[in-house]
């Protein structure tokens, strides 16, 4: 299995609601990442998980809380988002030894807040 | 932050002709890697490059690891139409295991 799924594909929420974003892969890759994508704009990083724990956060709201429940599992928490967090939501996945910068995307979560 | 060039912006070409893009940058990279995305879907990898001069091809595409681990281009020949989306260079720069720095894109047209 080569694939990233992604789920919900599409979200809108409203700027008080509570939703999440969930990600999983089955390519015993250790190194899940969070990005933010805009139209016509390259993916930003925004966290990275290294054997199931934070490693990266690049100074990202507290309104966007990740978890890594499982070596599996990646999850964005989203609450009281603005208009601007309008965007694509990409997970990637890569090795932690050997090709480790190969990233592996997701086909992302489009999310919309209102 | 570090910043990758990647140039052109855009391009429009006829079908069946070949396309360059490149990527460079003012700092050492590690790794290079390119990746397409097509409307609506995340960046797919189609090419990683590990070592300065290292030529690489993926059916009709070639990338190259600049000598100097400053750049990096991608060639597609032959085009087709199913060719058609946004093509982004990253980098690994020295130092910044697991942390990607991303060209602008180019977008690529198609036309029959």
């Known amino acids: 299995d080569t694939e990233v799924t992604q789920t919900p594909k599409h979200l809108v929420m409203g700027m008080t609601n509570k939703k999440s974003l969930k990600c999983e892969q089955h390519?015993?890759?250790?190194?899940m990442y969070w990005y933010k994508q805009k139209a016509k704009k390259p993916p930003e990083l925004m966290f990275v998980y290294s054997y199931e724990k934070l490693s990266i956060n690049e100074s990202v709201p507290s309104r966007f809380s990740p978890e890594c429940p499982n070596s599996s599992l990646l999850n964005l928490h989203l609450h009281a988002l603005q208009p601007e967090d309008s965007a694509l939501y990409l997970c990637a996945s890569s090795p932690m030894v050997g090709r480790y910068n190969e990233q592996f995307f997701g086909p992302g979560t489009r999310l919309t807040v209102l | 932050g570090q910043q990758l060039n990647q140039s052109p912006q855009s391009m429009f070409i006829q079908e069946g002709e070949d396309v360059s893009m490149n990527c460079t940058s003012s700092?050492?990279?590690?790794?290079w890697l390119w990746y397409k995305q097509d409307p609506g879907e995340g960046p797919v990898l189609l090419i990683a490059?590990?070592?300065?001069?290292e030529l690489t091809s993926n059916g009709r595409l070639t990338a190259q690891f600049g000598i100097t681990r400053k750049d990096s281009f991608l060639n597609i020949s032959a085009s087709i139409p199913s060719d058609v989306g946004i093509y982004f260079c990253a980098g690994q720069p020295s130092g910044s295991a697991r942390q990607l720095t991303f060209g602008s894109g180019t977008q690529l047209t198609v036309l029959p």
């Open positions: 490059l590990y070592k300065a001069g």
């Open positions: 700092s050492i990279f590690n790794t």
């Open positions: 390519m015993g890759h250790r190194a």
